[in-house]
C-alpha cells in the first residue's frame, strides 16, 4: 500500500490516517514503527470501505459507544476500527495476512 506521511505540527493528536496519507505531529512520530502500523491498519480500513464509508462508520460507532461508556477515551478505545488497529498495531506483518473487513471481529 502507498502512502505519505505528512508532518502537521498543529494536529491535536498524535497520528492521524486521512486517506491515502497519514499525518503526524512531528518527525519523530513519523519514525515510529508501532505508531505507523497502526495508522497503515486504518488506511487498509479505510480503502476497503471505499473511504467516505469509513468516515461515517467511525463516527456512527463512536457516537453509540459514547451513549454505552459516558466516557470519550472508553468510546474512542471502543470503536470496531480502534480495536483492531490497537490489538494489531505490534504485529508488523499483520496487513499481509490479514482478512478483507476483518474490523468486523474486533467487537
Not at 470501505?49 to 463516527?59: C, D, R, S, T
Amino acid at each position: 500500500m502507498s502512502f505519505r506521511v505528512i508532518v502537521v505540527p498543529f494536529l491535536n493528536v498524535e497520528a492521524m490516517a486521512l486517506f491515502p496519507f497519514i499525518l503526524v505531529k512531528n518527525k519523530e512520530m513519523a519514525a515510529d514503527k508501532t505508531l505507523i502500523n497502526h495508522e497503515l491498519i486504518h488506511l487498509k480500513q479505510e480503502a476497503e470501505l471505499l473511504v467516505i464509508p469509513f468516515y461515517i462508520l467511525y463516527l456512527l460507532n463512536y457516537i453509540a459507544n459514547l451513549f454505552i461508556y459516558r466516557n470519550h477515551n472508553k468510546a474512542y478505545l471502543n470503536i470496531v476500527f480502534e480495536r483492531e488497529a490497537y490489538r494489531n498495531e505490534k504485529n508488523y506483518v499483520y496487513l499481509k495476512q490479514r482478512g478483507l473487513w476483518f474490523w468486523r471481529f474486533c467487537f
